[in-house]
Every structure is written in structure tokens, then in C-alpha cells.
């Protein structure tokens, strides 16, 4: 099976997070850089794959300089070989516009099995994988939580609200969006880091992949960006320390919601 | 517990290749999930993980600036990153891995025969063996060279005796690197686990280093092939190199040490309020702490990185070691007392590593050459002049 898995190099969690001038993202030059955490539960379901399965790993990014860094992090994990799409027609794109450009390298690697994570750490779209699937015309599936593979399809296993799951059987081609925490991913060996040097790691602009600038215009637009307000509000209550408790239930149950 | 962001004020990571900020972040994610959530229970109980060593034998972390017979032949300064990392774990945890990959298959590889070689090295390596370096002794620390334990020639075979004391995974160990006076002078013998007359028991009531095993090591009429015996080595310059690549290595780890410390500091110095509802870290006092710490982990991390080029180049003298070694876990340890006055009374318990970090530093102040014998070595290095014996 030959799978590819889409990789985003976000803001590391836990960073001092600063705005930048105009309010619109973050400061960029203040944080380090990470694979997106879904996106490394999908990396690694596809190394399991094909651990099991044979085939390829293609991992895949759209990104500036330093997300070539993700693409090597995957390579000395496992995958195969890497694309990199980097362009300066390529800055501030939203989802639909990435996942035109996605959908682009995925058709000219034509894999059975597109994998990307549920959605980004920094701006929790949630649209990349399933946007990408549409416009390849494969069939797509969310919040998976275990991958079987079967005959020219697949099954998987989806999270829904509360605590409830569903199997679903998915023909291939398709595209699958992870949820974190599938899996026990996998440390980068050093072995593995000295392989990656001389695997492919391939760099396509808009004109390889055959787009047109207009196509890539965003239609979605980041107009600010800002801290929750801190609201210190403080209430007492007052009683036996029985009614106290009471009312902190309650508030705790019907206004924080929380218990 | 804080999140470690790790610590680099003078953006040495322009300085370093995505090669090697990969492996120090394999590493770091490593210690990070493996490590951090366990070793204060460790510590406490006095216990090495043990557990660990296969994972970190799959990582590729023995002997990893090796090359051939399975290792990962990785440079110097990426070898300097790994210990680095696992010290920010724990120092014991790092003395593990120095003395695997330093004192043991480095030796074996510079120094042994081709069976020792073929023998010995992939075992180690994949860590289905556990190796330990016996040159101390209870009567002999600084100066190896008197040493008293003693190879004597009986036909083809060799038979020792001597006690070797302070020995990292002594009790641990398949295979004992055993330093001993023989007729042509000072010779390194490789004793396997159960040979007749070689035994070994645990050092106990160690304040420091608790996750790592310490021991005597017991030779009485201990009776080799002579194929056990480093073909090599000879004299006493072979066990000083095998302390050259471990101090290079103690260089890089003690910045571990002291960005946890550090790290740790600053988050508590940010939310630890007194006096006029004000965090710690707004008094003036606290921020010169702030300040030394910082320029100190700085110059350490310049030192480290331009030494680790240089071995890489070829050019590394024992001497800039030395500089390096004491230089380094000086500041480490200094830092560390340092955060642990920021700490406050939570310096002292366990919640917190930086104590831990503090005891562990005296012990790494100590071995592998004391900071007096390295200021030795400087001395004579820029005057001429040896000092040891006034
Ligand atoms: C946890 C731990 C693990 C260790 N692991 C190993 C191991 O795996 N293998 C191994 O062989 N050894 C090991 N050691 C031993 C270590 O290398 C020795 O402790 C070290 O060399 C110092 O020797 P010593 O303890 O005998 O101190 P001493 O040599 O007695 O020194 C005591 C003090 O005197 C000072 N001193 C000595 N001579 C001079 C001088 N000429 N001028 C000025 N000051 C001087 C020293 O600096 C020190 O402050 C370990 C030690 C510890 C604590
Ligand atoms: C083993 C032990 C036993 C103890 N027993 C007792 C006891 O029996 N009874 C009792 O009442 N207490 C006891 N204590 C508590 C002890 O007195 C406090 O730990 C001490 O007063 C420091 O307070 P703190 O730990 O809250 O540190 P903090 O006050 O939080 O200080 C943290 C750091 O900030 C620095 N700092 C704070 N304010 C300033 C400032 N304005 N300018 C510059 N620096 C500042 C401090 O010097 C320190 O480095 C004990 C502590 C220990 C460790």
C-alpha cells in the first residue's frame, strides 16, 4: 500500500506565545517549531501500515524553509521519501487553498491511502484533510481511532460525541483524518536520522504541480488575533458550610460546567 | 514540575545542523516521556531503570560516536547533545551511558583485538550486555598510577588481585574493563561476570548518583585467558584516553543538569509571590541570580559546542577537555545551588529535580578527574610546571 501523510509544521506547545504587529498570528521569530500532534499519530499509523502491509511512505508538507525540518524529523522516523511544497505564492494560504496545492502533489504521487491529522494545533481548522478529499474525489472519513486494512479498502474505527465509536468500512483510494492518541509513536533512531540524508526529499513550486496563482488566492482571511480578556471575577458564597457546598455544586454543574 | 522549553540565550541553535537538532530532540522526547515522569521515584528508591536499556540501545545511544560494529558512528557534537539531554534527565542516567559508550566499547574498539572487538561491541551496543571501567580504588582515586591491584603471568593465562571501589554498574556488569599492574606496567583486562574469584556488591547510602549503581569490584587469584587481556593498551595513557572521551562527554551533560535547574527557577521565580503580592522573580536579587545563571549556561554551552568541533576536526587537546569538564560542572553545580535558594523550602523535597540534580553534580564534580586535579592539569598545561605531588 502506498499511503501518504500530510504534515504541518506548527508553533511547539507549551511556547510563550506573543501577537505580532498587526494582530493577526502570532510572532513567529519567538517560537520553535513542531510537527502538528495529529499529524505525527499519522505518520506513525502509516509506518504501521506499511510495516504490515509493504508499499511506501510519502510524507507531505506545504510550508516556508524551516518546515523542510518536519519533513526530515519523518524521514529519520520511517517514511520513504518527502515533498516539500514551497513557493512564495504559497504564504498565508487558508485550508481551501492548501488543500488545492495538497491535492496537486497527492494526485502526481497517487497514493492508495492520503493520511493527515485531525486538525492543526495552531489554527484547529479541522478542514485541510477533508477539503483534499473532495477535491481528489476519494472517499474521507474523520476522528479515526484504529486502521484496519483489508482488501483494496479499509476498516476504521471513528470517535463520535460522547463517548461513542462506529466502524466503518472505507474502499480505497481515500483520505483519513487521525485523532491523536491512537498510537505510541515512535522515537527517531540515530540510525534512522543518518538514513535520511540520502533519502528523496523533493521541493515543488505552484508551476510543478501545474496550479495557477488565482487558485491560490485565500477566501478566507485571519482579520485579529487576540488573548481571551481575563475576567477576574470573584463570587462568595455565604451559609452553612452545607449550602456552600450546595451552591458550589450547582455552579460548578449549570454555570462552569464542569462536573 | 515545569515544561522544559530547554535554554538558549544566544541562539546557539543557528549554530547547530538540522542533523543535529533532530538528534538532540529524539533525545529530549525521549527523557521527556521515558524519563521525567519517573526519576524522582527512582532516585528515591535508589534504583536504576533498568528497563530502559534496551529502548535506549533501539534509540542507538551506545557508543553512538562510534563507528562500525553496529553503531551509529554520530560526531562528537551529537554525542555531546545526547548526553546533554539524558542529564537533564539525571545524571545516573547519562554516567550509564558514558560508561557504556566511553569507558567500555570505546576502549574495547581503540584497544582490543578483533575478537574482543567482534565479541563484545554488538552485544554492547544493542545492550545485551552491560559493560563498567574499574580504575579507582579504596586507597587510589586521583592517582591511578599507584594503583595496587596486580596481573601476574602464570603460562597463557593472566590471575588478578586487588580491589577496585566506586565502580559504576559494577554489580550490573557482563563484562568488567579491570585496570591492573602487570610486568610491562599498567594493562586493562576484560573479566566476564562469574569468572572464579571476581565478584562484586553495591556501594550503599549514596547521597548522590541514587539512580545509578555504584560498587566494590573484588579480585582474589582471579585467574584470565591471556586473550583477556587489551592488546593495545598499554600504560597508563590508555585508561587516561578512555577519561578524555568520558570527561568530553561530562562537559556536555553537566549543561543538562543546569538547564533543568535553570528552567525549573525561572517558572517557579514567575509564580512564587512574596512581598506586596510580587513574584520572586521581580526582586532584584532573585534577577541577578537570574542573570549569572544564564551567562554561566551561555558560556558553557560556547565552550562545549567549540570543543565538540574541535574533536570533530581531530584538534581536541586533553588539556581543553579538562577546561572544559571543570569549568562546566562547576557552573552546573553552581546553578543548581543557585535554583534551589530560589526554590526556597520546596528546593529541598523531591517535588521539584533541582536538589536531586544538586546532589548528583557532587558526585560529577568528583569523578572522572576532581575539579582540583583538572585545575592540576591547566596549571601544568599553561606553565609547564607539574603540580601534583606538592
Ligand atoms: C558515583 C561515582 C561513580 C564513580 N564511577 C567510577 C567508575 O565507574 N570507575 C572508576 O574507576 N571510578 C569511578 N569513580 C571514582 C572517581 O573517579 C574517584 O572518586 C575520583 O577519581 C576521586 O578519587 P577519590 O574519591 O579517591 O578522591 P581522592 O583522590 O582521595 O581526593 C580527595 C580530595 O583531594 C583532592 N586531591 C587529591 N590529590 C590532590 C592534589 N594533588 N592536589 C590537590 N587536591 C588533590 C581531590 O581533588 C579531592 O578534593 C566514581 C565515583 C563516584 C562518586
Ligand atoms: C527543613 C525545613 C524546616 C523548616 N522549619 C520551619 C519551622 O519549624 N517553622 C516555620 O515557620 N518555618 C519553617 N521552615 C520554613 C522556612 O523558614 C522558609 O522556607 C523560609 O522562610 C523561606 O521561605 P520560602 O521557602 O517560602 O521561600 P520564599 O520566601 O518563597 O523565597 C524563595 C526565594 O526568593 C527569595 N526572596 C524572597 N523575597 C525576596 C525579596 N524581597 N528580595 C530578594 N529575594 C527574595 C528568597 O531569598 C529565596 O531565594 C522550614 C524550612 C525547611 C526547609
Known sequence: ?259 | MFTFRGVDFLDMDSMLSDQEKLVRQTVREFVEREVIPHIEHWNREGQFPRHLIEPMAALGLFGANLADYGCAGMSNVEYGLILQELERGDSGLRSFVSVESSLVMYPIREYGSEEQKEKWLPALQQGRAVGCFGLTEPDFGSNPSAMRTRATREGDHFVLNGEKAWITNGTMADIALIWARADDGIRGFLVERGTPGFSARDIKGKMSLRASVTSFLSLQDARLPASAMLPGARGLKAPLACLTQARYGIGWGAIGAAMACYNDALEYAKVRKQFNDKPIASHQLVQERFADMITEISKAQLLALHVGRLKDRGSADPAQISMLKRNNVKMALDVARSARDILGANGVADEYPVFRHMCNLESVFTYEGTHNIHTLILGERVTGIPAYGS
Open chain 1, 1 to 259: 500500500m502506498k499511503i501518504a501523510v500530510c504534515l504541518k509544521q506548527v508553533p511547539a506547545r507549551d511556547g510563550v506565545l506573543r501577537l505580532n504587529a498587526d494582530s493577526t498570528w502570532v510572532r513567529e521569530d519567538d517560537v520553535s517549531f513542531e510537527i502538528n500532534e495529529p499529524d505525527i499519530y499519522a505518520l506513525e499509523e502509516a509506518l504501521r501500515l506499511k510495516e504490515k502491509e509493504g508499499g511506501e511512505v510519502v510524507v507531505c508538507t506545504l510550508g516556508p524553509e524551516r518546515a523542510a525540518q518536519a519533513l526530515k524529523e519523518a524521514l529519520a522516523k520511517g517514511a520513504d521519501r518527502a515533498i516539500h511544497l514551497h513557493d512564495p505564492a504559497f504564504q498565508n494560504l487558508d485550508a481551501y487553498a492548501t488543500a488545492r496545492a495538497l491535492a496537486a502533489a497527492i494526485r502526481q504521487a497517487a497514493p492508495d491511502l492520503v493520511l493527515t491529522g485531525l486538525q492543526a494545533d495552531d489554527d484547529g481548522f479541522a478542514q485541510t484533510g477533508v477539503i483534499l478529499a473532495e477535491m481528489l474525489g476519494w472517499a474521507h472519513s474523520t476522528i479515526i481511532m484504529e486502521i484496519q486494512a483489508q482488501e483494496r479498502a479499509l476498516k476504521a474505527k471513528r470517535e463520535l460525541e460522547g463517548g461513542w465509536f462506529q466502524w466503518i468500512e472505507i474502499p480505497l483510494p481515500a483520505v483519513l483524518t487521525i485523532q491523536s492518541g491512537i498510537n505510541k509513536p515512535r522515537y527517531a533512531t540515530l540510525k534512522g536520522i543518518l538514513a535520511a540524508k540520502t533519502k528523496p526529499l523533493q521541493r515543488l513550486g505552484w508551476k510543478e504541480l501545474g496550479l495557477d496563482e488565482e487558485a491560490l488566492k485565500p477566501r478566507q482571511k485571519i482579520t485579529k488575533v487576540f488573548v481571551p480578556p481575563k475576567s477576574g471575577k470573584v463570587e462568595w458564597l455565604e451559609g452553612t458550610p452545607r449550602e456552600i457546598a450546595q451552591r458550589l455544586a450547582d455552579k460548578l454543574k449549570n454555570e462552569a460546567r464542569v462536573i
